[in-house]
């Protein structure tokens, strides 16, 4: 760990049938390396010894993600392998490990590139009209973001925005929420595809740096503790730290009042817990007193925004096509009623929205049905 120039931990496990103490070696060992990179080393997962497999390799993984995520275990990507090579009747399989390897590290390569050198990534939600585009633009100090009523208002639907301010650059993802707590087949469907778009998109970018959630000050939306699990706890698994941005508070005396009068309902009756919060207006007017509570809550969004990105430490995210089904798995768990959702459906918007492949659309759809 003297070294500063490493950028990747391959954690190599065998895929064996593992007894109590080999499970509970292979937690310790995976805790013992996290303490020591602290987040600033990505982390992979290799299995060896696969080349038995009655099915594919792949298989393995399937069968313990859910072990590995309830063992609070997380990984930058995995490759599921045989590093044997003297039987001839494995070529095909120890071929398609070599490519698998080395996919596995171009990706965390990739990531890791992403993270360190590109612009921080910043997942700002909310339901619409509770002011986000007008955030946007706070944040940027001009008008970069249309804040018109037209914008589609169908669940994680999203669009990024470059911007920059004190020295630093940063993507602003302006994405939609839950906007009503009854989500039906076709809205479940519409969120397939967004959900899938916007994993895929964070992923190539690197991850996500800061989760700013927009609220309408005013009376309590059904939705709020639904939005905070679905993006803080679902999307981030509580690794990214979270910003709560109260709007239209230009007609207090003392804007951060509201907070202090509403900050117990929000922790004991919401279970909502943030890193810091911010009470502002972000309707740009031009009369003195609301230009003077723009200029300041321009200046209070962008210190915390600079706060809660600057530290190079911490835990990476991790996307990918299993962050997608445990998202989209755990989205079903907010709803009131379940969906008699269709494979074939979710597999199709996969197909014809998202250009995947009919092979891997269809098992996608099947690892989200499964309960």
């Avoid at 937690?27 to 602290?38: D, L």
């Avoid at 995520?69 to 398609?96: N, P, V, Y």
Wanted: glycine fraction near 6%.
């Amino acid at each position: 760990m003297g070294q500063d120039d490493i950028n990747l931990i391959m954690y190599c496990v065998q895929g064996m049938k593992q007894g109590p103490q080999g499970i509970k070696a292979l937690c310790r060992n995976y805790e013992i390396c996290k303490s020591e990179v602290q987040g600033r080393i990505p982390i992979a997962l290799v299995v060896t010894g696969l080349e038995n497999m009655k099915t594919e390799m792949e298989e393995w993984w399937k069968n313990n993600e859910r072990f590995i995520s309830e063992h609070s275990m997380t990984f930058a990507g995995h490759a599921c392998i045989t590093t044997l090579t003297d039987d001839a009747t494995l070529k095909g399989r120890h071929d398609q490990s070599y490519h698998a390897v080395c996919k596995l590290i171009e990706e965390c390569r990739t990531r890791s590139r992403h993270k360190r050198d590109g612009p921080k990534k910043i997942v700002l939600f909310g339901e619409a009209g509770a002011g986000k585009s007008s955030v946007v633009n706070l944040m940027a100090g001009e008008e970069v973001a249309t804040t018109s009523n037209d914008m589609q208002r169908c669940t994680l639907h999203w669009k990024d925005y470059p911007i920059d301010f004190g020295g630093e650059s940063y993507t602003v993802f302006d994405t939609v929420g839950l906007e009503e707590p009854q989500l039906g087949i076709s809205g479940y469907l519409e969120s397939v595809e967004n959900a899938y778009r916007l994993i895929k998109e964070l992923d190539q970018q690197g991850g996500i740096d800061l989760l700013l959630f927009c609220i309408r000050a005013g009376r309590p939306s059904p939705t709020i503790q639904s939005n905070y699990r679905l993006f803080h706890e679902f999307l981030c698994e509580k690794k990214v730290p979270i910003v709560l941005v109260f709007t239209h508070l230009e007609r207090e005396l003392r804007m951060e009042d509201w907070w202090e009068r509403q900050q117990s309902a929000f922790e004991k009756t919401y279970g909502i817990r943030v890193a810091d919060h911010a009470c502002i207006t972000a309707a740009n007017r031009l009369d003195g007193r609301h230009k003077e509570l723009y200029e300041e809550s321009r200046v209070t969004v962008r210190t915390l925004v600079k706060k809660f990105t600057a530290d190079e430490e911490k835990s990476s995210w991790t996307g990918g096509n299993n962050r997608f089904v445990s998202f989209m798995r755990k989205l079903k768990e907010l709803l009131p009623e379940p969906l008699d959702l269709k494979k074939k459906d979710i597999a199709s918007r996969l197909i014809q929205r998202c250009n995947l492949s009919p092979d891997v659309a269809k098992q996608l759809a099947e690892m989200i049905k499964q309960s």
